[in-house]
Structures are given as C-alpha cells and as structure tokens.
C-alpha cells in the first residue's frame, strides 16, 4: 500500500511540476521581438531555390541545356538532378506513345 501511495504522489508532482512549466515558460524565457520594419520585403524576381522536375518538364529545351551545362561543368547547382529527371520522364512519354500509337 505504501509504495502505490508512492508512484500516485510522484507522479501528482510530476503533473504540477509540468503544469507549471507550462505556465512560467513565458516569464523563464520570453520570446525574443523582431522588428518587422527593419526586415526587408521578400523579393519575388530572385530564387535561389532549384526548379522543379514540374518546370522541367514543361521546360524541355532548358532542362536539356541545363543537363548539358551540368557536364560540361559549368552549372552546378540542384537542378541538374531535376533537369536530368525531366528529361528521362519526357523521353518515356514519348515512347510510351510511340509503342502505344496514341
């Protein structure tokens, strides 16, 4: 009896222990404020990201020239990849239709 009293108190103070956490997180570490006015608004023409296979694809001829870059060694960026994946997808479709007479 005495050691189920044990685990029901330990784990009573467990529950307080979290339940105060919880609510003194905000006072222990608040949340650092950002100045939204000092940030400078997202530019919508720059894109460092890679394109997508999807870009690619619709793209062909870039996907080619960019695969062709990527041996030669003068692109080297994510998009070789995708532009070399672009190309095998086109190239299946194309036979797919070719072996299918659509």
């Given at each position: 009896?005495s050691?189920?009293?044990?685990?029901?108190?330990?784990?009573?103070?467990?529950?307080?222990g979290?339940?105060?956490?919880?609510?003194?997180?905000?006072?222990?570490?608040?949340?650092?404020?950002?100045?939204?006015?000092?940030?400078?608004?997202?530019?919508?023409?720059?894109?460092?990201?890679?394109?997508?296979?999807?870009?690619?694809?619709?793209?062909?001829?870039?996907?080619?020239?960019?695969?062709?870059?990527?041996?030669?060694?003068?692109?080297?960026?994510?998009?070789?990849?995708?532009?070399e994946?672009?190309?095998?997808?086109?190239?299946?479709?194309e036979?797919?239709?070719?072996?299918?007479?659509?």
């Amino acid at each position: 009896m005495s050691q189920g009293r044990t685990i029901v108190i330990g784990i009573v103070t467990l529950a307080i222990g979290f339940a105060g956490g919880f609510v003194l997180r905000p006072v222990i570490a608040p949340r650092q404020q950002t100045e939204m006015a000092a940030a400078p608004p997202p530019t919508a023409a720059v894109s460092s990201e890679a394109r997508g296979t999807q870009y690619f694809v619709a793209n062909i001829d870039e996907a080619r020239q960019v695969v062709a870059g990527c041996r030669d060694g003068s692109v080297r960026s994510g998009e070789c990849a995708t532009a070399e994946e672009a190309i095998i997808k086109v190239e299946a479709q194309e036979r797919r239709k070719r072996f299918l007479g659509n």
